[in-house]
């Protein structure tokens, strides 16, 4: 697998190492350009919109670890079916194919969450703040 490395630490432990591209990833972008306070932790409950095909999603998951969630939400059925793919393999990732935007469509399907992540593009996202049209 590519940006993929698999070590042993002293004690025999593997140890996965993967890259996690800044121009591909705007959590690992904004890591990376010294925001200290991700709030995403170990055992963290994330709801991640705008979960494409779920690369984020997949670091996400390493470090929320197996006592953490991630609710992964994606609209597209082409990326969700990656998603849900990459999803198989990590127990601690639910996918959710549905539209962001209406949360009322999949609030049974999340429980209580410690930090929401929006990486959903809208034609209108530039107009969310207060006063604007």
């Given at each position: 697998m590519k940006g993929f490395s698999l070590l042993?630490?002293?004690?025999g432990t593997k140890v996965e190492y993967r890259v996690w591209n800044p121009f591909r990833s705007k959590l690992a972008a904004a890591i990376l350009?010294?925001?200290?306070?991700i709030?995403?932790?170990p055992g963290a409950r994330v709801l991640y919109l705008g979960a494409a095909s779920g690369t984020t999603v997949?670091?996400?998951?390493?470090i929320v670890g197996?006592?953490?969630v991630v609710y992964a939400v994606e609209f597209s059925h082409r990326s969700g079916r990656d998603l849900v793919n990459m999803a198989?393999?990590?127990?601690?990732v639910i996918p959710i194919i549905e539209d962001?935007?209406?949360p009322s469509k999949y609030r049974m399907l999340v429980s209580m969450v410690d930090v929401i992540f929006s990486d959903v593009a809208?034609?209108?996202q530039v107009c969310c703040g207060e006063g604007t049209p």
């Open positions: 042993r630490n002293e004690d350009g010294g925001v200290d306070e709030w995403i932790k997949s670091h996400v998951s390493d197996p006592t953490g198989k393999k990590r127990t601690n962001a935007r209406h809208q034609p209108d």
